[in-house]
């Protein structure tokens, strides 16, 4: 029996109880996980039924256990206080979760129903002046385990990456190079493209310092470029390209993957054409110098009383366009190219003023579609350095930042494999894949809108809320499963009734859990639920093997039938750290 239509029996078991015998009709009646399985598998709360019954939930709570019907189900109905918990028969339960598990071949608790909605995600963002830092690793991470979550959950889903390789930052980088690069390339100078471009950056950054007229040549350059002139434009080709080959290897090292690519320099025209609309509609207006701008009203931005209006500007001045301009076109662009039912935006915190704006002026415009975007906004990240300032040459370089933690990791993994020697190639894959769980893991652990101070030694601990510990209780299931497979012992035919110790039943419990995780996270676009679940379902495992054991059980069949409970352990523990963008190791 599935667990979804054992749950379902008991849920309508409730219901007409609730009608025959207290007589009230409920719609729904949601069941929950009691604290610890020695109270039951099961429970429904009665605080709802007591508004409407006018008697006390303890009162409605053992009216419910004492008139339960008798079902093969259940071995158990008793009344805790305000709570109906239910104790199901441990031949079901077991062979339900674990039978499941098996069938569903590594999509348990993956919605059925693909019915659901076309999601856009759109994360990363990255501008081609500079490489990829911390901030880029926590949005792709987010951003990869958002899609993954909510394809789990029914919906489809494309990955969109909106590459910003035009506007003022990114002639900074050009004009830099072209007054102190001395035709220097990544090849001659032997870097990665995108750390050589950043270079330029920085360079300008520091001679702006000294000279206020490189603002001036900077804008020069950008409308040189929204006029295309020729060697603007090859300028500009050719350092954009540099940046896309390093950002390439980066995408590959750290495992982000893309449906989709825009450009801000391919969308930036339609945002121009939908600010000429806006003007003739009066929905937009323009300044006496030939800028365009929208009002943006007090009841929307909370501005002072002496203020009632705030301006925002969609062209500047010299009728170049600014990030605003560029994001309405490719919100516009998204909708009309690929149906969507929803576009999730994952950018930092730093800019939730600007969302705000771009989705009221969608709404302002017309697009009925606004209602249909979201931004995922998620806080800084921080190592004991302080806050990155690209711009200064201070930034957490992610390329830097994964090659520590790969190193970290190959010194923990020489640790615990003294008295053997392995192979390079498997010390290089098993350092990275740890020191990606390690990453990926921290940034995913909190709620999005936290701020985060990223510890490196912390993240790669074999112990506590991490990673490698989830890794780690993988490869220590797997382990179990090889040597049962060696010892090529004659199995015995499972018996699930042998199951149900409390550490047993706990594991059946998150089991259990696992689709509505996956749900719940989907819908609060949430992956710390997928962490928090993935580290409560290690702690349960390795609690259930310090206290038991498997291979060498009291006899022979409750050691095969507690091998099916190890393998579903190993499943769900791959799926959910799959669901996160991190890959497994069979062996730590």
């Known amino acids: 029996m599935a667990i979804k239509e054992l749950k379902k029996q008991i849920e309508q078991a409730i219901k007409n109880v609730s009608k025959n015998k207290l007589g009230l009709e409920i719609g729904q009646a949601p069941l929950i996980f009691p604290p610890s399985p020695k109270f039951g598998d099961l429970a429904f709360e009665c605080f709802a039924l007591a508004k409407q019954l006018g008697k006390s939930p303890a009162e409605i709570a053992s009216s419910l256990a004492e008139n339960f019907p008798k079902n093969p189900l259940i071995e158990k109905v008793a009344a805790m206080g305000p709570y109906v918990n239910f104790t199901i028969n441990r031949q079901i339960l077991f062979s339900s979760v674990i039978e499941e598990i098996a069938a569903q071949k590594g999509a348990f608790g993956y919605s059925q129903n693909k019915q659901g909605q076309k999601i856009m995600v759109e994360y990363l963002s990255p501008n081609t002046n500079k490489p990829l830092h911390l901030g880029h690793l926590r949005n792709g991470a987010l951003g990869m385990a958002v899609a993954n979550i909510l394809t789990a959950a029914g919906n489809e889903v494309i990955k969109a990456n909106l590459v910003n390789d035009r506007g003022a930052h990114i002639c900074k980088s050009m004009l830099a190079w072209q ?96 600010v000429e609309k806006g003007l003739k509609n009066n929905t937009l207006h323009a300044t006496g110098q030939g800028g365009v701008v929208a009002d943006l009203p007090a009841d929307k931005f909370g501005l002072e009383q002496d203020d009632q209006t705030k301006k925002t500007t969609l062209l500047r001045e010299d009728g170049t366009s600014l990030y605003i301009t560029q994001d309405l076109g490719t919100a516009v662009l998204k909708f009309k190219d690929h149906n969507l039912d929803q576009s999730i935006y994952v950018v930092g915190s730093e800019q939730n003023y600007h969302f705000r704006v771009l989705f009221w002026l969608l709404e302002k415009l017309g697009y009925d579609f606004a209602k249909n975007c979201r931004h995922l906004s998620y806080g800084m990240v921080y190592l004991p350095e302080g806050k990155m300032k690209s711009r200064e040459g201070k930034i957490i370089d992610a390329d830097d930042l994964i090659s520590q933690m790969e190193e970290l990791a190959q010194k923990e993994i020489e640790k615990r494999n003294i008295e053997k020697s392995l192979p390079e190639n ?41 990673g490698p510990y989830c890794q780690y209780t993988y490869a220590r299931a797997k382990s179990i499963l090889r040597s049962a497979a060696a010892q090529a012992k004659a199995k015995s035919k499972v018996n699930y009734s042998l199951l149900g110790n409390e550490q047993e039943l706990l594991l059946a419990q998150k089991f259990m859990a696992f689709e509505q995780t996956v749900a719940t996270a989907a819908t609060a676009l949430n992956p710390s639920k997928i962490a928090t679940y993935v580290y409560d379902l290690a702690k349960a495992f390795n609690q259930f093997y310090q206290k038991h054991s498997v291979l060498n059980a009291e006899n022979q069949q409750l050691a095969t039938t507690r091998l099916t409970l190890v393998e579903s352990v190993a499943i769900v523990i791959k799926q959910s750290l799959n669901l996160l963008g991190i890959e497994t190791l069979e062996e730590m």
Do not use: C
């Open 426 to 466: 498997e010390i290089q894959n098993r350092s990275l894949k740890i020191a990606l769980s390690a990453i990926k893991f921290y940034l995913l652990r909190v709620g999005a809108e936290q701020d985060i101070h990223f510890n490196p030694q912390e993240s790669l601990s074999f112990e506590g809320f991490t």
């Open 179 to 274: 007054k102190w690069g001395q035709g220097a390339t990544p090849q001659t100078t032997d870097e990665k493209g995108d750390h050589f471009v950043g270079k330029w950056y920085v360079k300008y950054a520091i001679e702006a310092a000294k000279d206020p007229n490189l603002e001036q040549e900077t804008q020069i350059m950008l409308k040189k470029w929204e006029q295309s002139d020729p060697e603007t434009l090859k300028l500009w080709k050719m350092m954009n390209n540099w940046v896309y080959e390093g950002f390439k290897a980066t995408y590959e090292r750290f495992g982000l993957q893309f449906d989709i690519f825009f450009y801000e320099s391919q969308t930036y025209k339609l945002g121009k054409d939908i």
